[in-house]
């Protein structure tokens, strides 16, 4: 990939008239890539973030570059480039690619009702009434869909994304895996396996009827499971041969191998005295090999490996010449279907597997419009812009939706309109 500095951009323009113009571009480039640095320097001095790594790329072109802090600030190690992050619920987008990849396949429709694949959820139920020890359920209006799970809006939840019967239900039988994320003493014993899982969803009482509404669930988590039924592979197997493999991303799995141990990066957590160290390297569930295949949130990664596969969203399913998804898939997942509320103050639209911007979110400086994003509990966050092929992504290590996850956005987000859009 190219590496556009103010002096490199000026020699690729064609030539201007006085040459004021191409040299006024490269000072804007060049004074957007300081301020990135600038604010997420500032950032780390003030104790709201750790570290991060912020990237822009517009086509082969990288016009931003920045590595700031630390991987573990105790020790003072300075965050690596090629460090390993959690990707959490950005794990999803991955997933969501894959059911797509199977659907061009022939190997499923994303009108099936989920019970062909998992005959675990023949028998769902939906919450009426009552507590969590006289619960009143009733029978689902219809069958849960893929497309369900890809949007969803499938009628299942989290654990920690409320304080319902159903989520008390969640806590109290452990329909939840085992991370750190939103886990409280009391809770019963995680799932150890993904089928098993997907065994408690089914048993478990929903939320709503399917299609009704957004409810951010384990869906994606239950799509990694549909993957292994239509495939015939274990999830991490078909990620590895289909996707991660074809796209280079070496550094992309499940498991954190001890040999990559100096690479992984300490999770922290926001709390009221600063960033308090949530897990250590050595303490973290991904070193476990026979962890939960989560496709909706147990993936780990570096920012390069996560930019290749943005990279190919934002052109049209292909990267480095090698078509992976269709440009009528891309498509379908980036076509508004459903509102995502509940993630702040203002709602947004929502594919399959991606939340995108539009004219309001553009407006009160969030996600640029007709750009597609998501994100992942310890505050990595992308998005890519299929109109001038950009992509921009953060990679950090903290569990928290404070000021530092807001500078961090805002301080990309400006960068990004900057050097792309203006």
Known sequence: MIRIGGA????????????????QI??????????????????????????????????DHRLAEVTVGYN??????????????????????????????LAERGKLRLDDPVAKFLPEWRDMRVYVSGGLDDMVTEPVSRPITIADLLTHTAGITYHFTGDTPVHLYYRKYGVMRDTPVGRLPGDGAPAQTLDELVARLGRAPMLHHPGETFAYSYSTTVLGAVIERASGEKLDQFLKAHLLGPLGMDDTG????????????????????????AETAESSDYRDTRRLLDGGGALAGSAEDYLRFAKMLANDGVLDGRRILSKASIDAMFTPRVTLSGFGPD?????????????????RGGLPAGAASWAGSGNTWFFVDREHRAVALVMTHFLGSGDGQAEVRKAVTTAFSQMVRD
């Open 26 to 59: 490269a000072d804007v480039m060049d004074s957007a890539e300081t301020q990135l640095r600038t604010d997420l320097e500032a950032a780390v001095a003030d104790g709201r973030i750790p570290g991060a790594i912020a990237i822009i790329v517009k086509g």
């Open 72 to 101: 573990d600030i105790a020790a003072e190690e300075p965050l690596r480039h090629d460090a390993i992050f959690r990707l959490y619920s950005m794990s999803k987008p991955i997933t969501s690619v894959a059911i797509m990849m």
């Open 8 to 23: 490199a951009l000026a020699l690729t323009m064609p030539f201007l008239a006085g040459g004021c113009v191409h040299a």
């Open 347 to 363: 709602s947004v639209r929502f594919g399959y597997g991606f939340s995108l911007g539009d004219a309001a979110s553009a407006a």
């Open 254 to 277: 499940f498991i954190v191998a001890d040999a990559d141990l100096g690479r992984f990066t300490t999770l922290y957590r926001e709390a009221p005295e600063g960033l308090a160290v």
